[in-house]
C-alpha cells in the first residue's frame, strides 16, 4: 500500500499508525474491498421500499427495477440526486456566511468587521443596494437581506449569473437551466428523483445542470464574496504546508472543516498576549495554529496559517501525538477521528450544530458568540498541553514552502502592475502561444487514485506543455507539498513560454486559489479573460478545461457539473457513477458539447488525462485561430 505514498510524511505516520494497530483511511478502503459494483456503475436504486433494486449491467437478469425503471432512468436519477447534495452543501454554507453578515449588520456579533469595504460596496451596487452615504451596517443588512431572498425566491434568477458572459446566459436561458431561487433548485432535484417523478435521462441532466449551477453562480459564489467582505480578501502570502508544521514546543491546534467563521476567529485569539502567556505557563513555547481541508486554505489565504494536511491526512494529524484540540465545523470529516484522538490526549471539539459525531465533545459555535467560542477553545487547548505524552509525539520534519492567495482581483495588479491593471499579459501570453491554455485542478485526494499524487503527476505535465495550472481544494494542498506552489517551480517545471511569463511577473507557474468555493473565482477569472477580448465570446471558446482525478465528495460532483455547464471540458479520475447506462456515458462525453458547450471525460491515469486536456486546449486554440506554441514541452524528471 506504501507504493501509492507519494509525500513522505505521509508514508511515516501511517507507518506508525500500523504499528500502533490505529486503523486510518487506507486499510479501511482495503476491507471494504471489492467495492460494489452495482454503485460504481450507477445501477442500484434505494429510492423506495419497493427495493432496493439493481440493474444486472450484462442483461442477463433484471433490466428493469420493480417500478419499471431502467438503467438509464436510474444511473440518471442517482447522479441528480448526489449532484444536489454537493450542491446543497456549497449553498448552505453561503447562507452561513450571509447570516454572519447579518449578525454583523444588526450588531449581535462583536466577532466580525468589514475587512474589505471596496468588495462590499462592489457587491452590494451588482445587488442593486445604494451604497452612497450609508454606513457599512445599513449596506451590509440590505445585502444579507437581498441575498437570503435569493435563496428562498420562486422565479427571478440569480444576480451573480449577470457575471457571465452574454451568450453563455442566453444558453442557459435557451435549455431553461437558469437557477430560479438557490433552495428551490435543491429541493426540485431532490423532489424530481422520487419514486414516479422524473424517468427521462435528458430531463434529469438538465435538472443536475440547473441546480449545479445554483452553486457554482449562487451559494459557492455567495460563499467566496461573503468570506471575502468579512475576512479580507486574500493577498499573496507565504506559507508551509505538511504535518511538518506541526510544532513540538508549541500548543498545537488545528481547525478543519470548510466554513471561516469560526476559524478566522481562532486564528485572531491565538494572538492575544494574553493566552501567549497561559501557554507559556503551561510551559509552551507559543500556540500554533493550523489548518486541515478547506477551512485551512481559508486561514491560509488570508493569514498565512501553515496547513497540515488535505483529506486524507486529517488522521494523521492527530496520530502524530502533538495535537491538543481540533476543531471541526463541517464537511470532509472523518467520524473515525473520534477513534482515533481517543489512542492520544487529542480533543477534537465540534462546534457547527448541522454536524455531530459519537465520541466527540460538541461545543456549539453561534455567530453572536464567534469570539467567546474561540477562547473557550483557546482555553481548552492551551489546558490540554501538559497531557501530552512527548515519548508519543512524532512530527514528520517534511513542510514545503507556499505562495498562495491569488485572487481574480489580484492577478490584475500581478499581470498588469501597480498602474495598469489588466489582464491583457495574459490573454496576449495565451494568444502569442507562451502559455497554451489555463486548467483549474481541484477537488479531494482519494486513495482510489494516489492518495493526492494524481493531481503533482498532472500538474506536472501541463506545467511542461505551458499550462498555467489555478487549484483550490485539496488538490492545492497536494501540490503545495509537493513544491509547486512555489516561485521556483517554474524554473523546475514548466515549459520555456510559461517559465517567462512566470518571471516576468513573479507568479510561480500554480495558483492557489484557495477553498473549494472558490472555484467561483476560477469562473470570474475565465470572464475576466474574456471581456480582455481576443479569446472568443464564451467559455466554450476558451483553452481552458477542469480536473478533479481524485474527486470523492458529492461536492466534487457539483462543481464537476457547474464547470460543465458553463461549458467547459471537465475531466474526473475514476468514472462519475454512471457507467451502467451507455446512453448516460454517451450523453455526457459526447452529445453534451454540442448542446452545453462542455462536456465530461474520465480518465484514471493522470498522464493521459493530461494529454486529454491538452489535445482539448489546442483545439480550442486551433479554433480561435491563434499563434502555434512558441517552444517544445521541456522535459522534466518523471513525475
Ligand atoms: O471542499 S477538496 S476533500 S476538503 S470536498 Fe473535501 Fe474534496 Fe478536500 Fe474541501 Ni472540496
Redesign the pocket.
Known sequence: MEKFFVDEATKEIFGQAKEENIQTVWERYQLQQPQCGFGLLGLCCTNCNLGPCRIDPFGERAEFGVCGADRDTISARNLLRRTAAGSACHNDHGRDLTLALLAFSEEKTQGYQIKSEEKLKKVAREFLIPVDNRSLKEIARDLALKILSEYGQQEGGLTFVKRAPQRRQEIWRKLGILPRGIDREVVEAIARTNMGVDHDLRSLITACMRVSLSDGWGGSMIATEISDILFGLPQPVRSQMNLGVLKENAVNLVVHG?VPLLSDVVAEVAMEEEFLAKAREKGAEGINVVGV??TANEVLVRKGIPVAG??LQQELVLITGAVELMIVDI??IMPSLAKVSSCFHTKVVSTHEKARFYGIEHIEFKEEEATQTARRLMEMAIENFPKRDKSRVNIPKEKMDVVCGFTTEGIFHHLGGKYRSTYRPLNNAIIEGRIRGVVGV????NPKNLSGGAHIALTKELLRHDVLVVET???AIECGKGGLLRPEAAFEFAGLGLREVCEATGLPPVLHTG???DNSRILIECCEILKEGGLGEDFSDLPVAGAALE???E??IAIGWYVVSSGIFVVFGSPLPILGSKNLEKFLTQELFEIIGGGWAFEIDPLKAAQLIIRHLDKKRDALKLKPMLYEPVLIPNP
Open positions: 470548510h481541508c478547506c488535505n483529506f464537511q470532509c481541484v477537488g479531494c485526494d481544494g485539496c488538490a477553498a473549494c468555493v474527486w470523492m465528495s461536492k466534487a
